[in-house]
Nanobody, 127 residues
Framework: QVQPVESGGGLVQAGGSLRLACVAS????????MAWFRQAPGEESEFVAA????????YYGDAVKGRFTISRDYAVNTVYLQMNMLKPEDTAVYYC????????????????????RGQGTQVTVSS
């Protein structure tokens, strides 16, 4: 079983940076998709970023393009989300999601396509 565990959230001023980490316990195998979503109070879950095994492409939500970067460390089953130029509207609980296969591009932006999701980590950006 793959259970994602997030870390790295916190309080930061607007314009600052944070790096989130998601460790997927258990064996991922050679085919997987890992993603970040976020949810602010009273709002629906929003796609942030994703990557797939065997695929050099990275996928981003429109709200974070050019500011956030997703990356991975194969050796430790970890995916990172580097968040720069943070804005107050980035305030949310950030969730890591993992799926055992390479989701097609049209599906990886949908949180309901992922088999596993972590508990989330709070990111608060003050103005």
């Amino acid at each position: 079983q793959v259970q994602p565990v997030e870390s790295g959230g916190g309080l930061v001023q607007a314009g600052g940076s944070l790096r989130l980490a998601c460790v997927a316990s258990g064996r991922l195998g050679n085919s997987y998709t890992m993603a970040w979503f976020r949810q602010a109070p009273g709002e629906e879950s929003e796609f942030v970023a994703a990557l797939r095994s065997g695929d050099g492409n990275k996928y981003y939500g429109d709200a974070v393009k050019g500011r956030f970067t997703i990356s991975r460390d194969y050796a430790v089953n970890t995916v990172y989300l580097q968040m720069n130029m943070l804005k107050p509207e980035d305030t949310a609980v950030y969730y890591c999601a993992v799926h055992y296969s390479r989701l097609i591009v049209s599906a990886l932006r949908g949180g309901n396509h992922y088999k596993y999701r972590g508990q989330g980590t709070q990111v608060t950006v003050s103005s």
